[in-house]
């Protein structure tokens, strides 16, 4: 079966612009996560999405948006681009119900700010 | 807030030999499940194994396995029989058993040696 598709695979943005990025999950996978990759912050928690509403969010500024679509899959958006927000952005997703097996991850979006 | 430890930045082994990745958490929540992750230069997120707080015999993967001490709050993963794939930096991840965030360790960057 498909996995998690993230696109693009790779973003150069300069600061100040936003950029959207898109995550299809796994089907019948209907939680789909973003998480923040860096080397010096490590794996930060963005945002969970269920069902086309946020159920989670983490400490990030309102600059990160995301939103889910009816078929599960999932944008994020990030507004007014800074040098920090390089990084390797992660989807991640699962099916929801009475076990926990864990979620599935893409291969992320790395996003360079210049 | 719960947060994970993983005090091993880098480890190597020989091929073929054992290899044990140490993680601690901490947490006041009594159930909650614990992950491994590996992370290859591919860049995708790969669930290694998963263990449920309120099972007490400890997870088995084929050469993978774990040491779940729940009073200590540790939960190390032992690799056997290390194969050059296994190279790739490892994370621990908690999540509560309500939740849908996973909170990542620092990551321990693994080398097998031929």
């Known amino acids: 079966k498909a996995g998690v598709t993230q696109t693009p695979r790779y973003l150069i943005k300069t600061r100040g612009q936003q950029v959207t990025l898109s995550c299809s999950p796994i089907?019948?996978?209907?939680?789909v996560s973003w998480y923040q990759q860096t080397p010096g912050q490590g794996l930060q928690f963005l945002f969970e999405?269920?069902?086309?509403?946020?159920?989670n969010k983490g400490n990030f500024p309102g600059r990160f948006s995301g939103r889910q679509f009816s078929n599960s899959r999932s944008e994020m958006n990030v507004s007014t681009l800074e040098l920090g927000d390089s990084a390797l952005y992660l989807c991640?997703?699962?099916?929801?119900?009475?076990?926990?097996?864990?979620?599935?991850f893409g291969s992320g979006t790395r996003l360079t700010v210049v | 807030a719960q947060t994970v430890t993983q005090s091993q930045p880098e480890m190597s082994v020989q091929e073929a030999e054992t290899v044990t990745l140490s993680c601690t958490y901490d947490?006041?929540?009594?159930?909650?499940?614990l992950f491994w992750y590996k992370q290859p230069p591919s860049r995708q997120m790969i669930l290694v194994i998963r263990?449920?707080?309120?099972?007490?015999q400890n997870a088995t993967e084929n050469r993978f396995s774990v040491n779940f001490q729940k009073a200590a709050k540790s939960f190390s993963l032992k690799i056997s029989d290390s194969q050059l794939g296994d190279t790739a930096m490892y994370f621990c991840?908690?999540?509560?058993?309500?939740?849908?965030?996973?909170?990542f360790g620092e990551g321990t960057q693994l080398t097998v040696n031929p």
């Open positions: 991640a997703t699962k099916r929801e119900g009475t076990s926990n097996y864990g979620y599935t």
């Open positions: 089907s019948g996978h209907r939680s």
């Open positions: 999405y269920f069902s086309e509403t946020q159920r």
């Open positions: 947490t006041s929540e009594n159930n909650y499940y």
């Open positions: 263990q449920e707080a309120y099972k007490q």
């Open positions: 991840a908690f999540q509560e058993t309500s939740g849908s965030r996973l909170t």
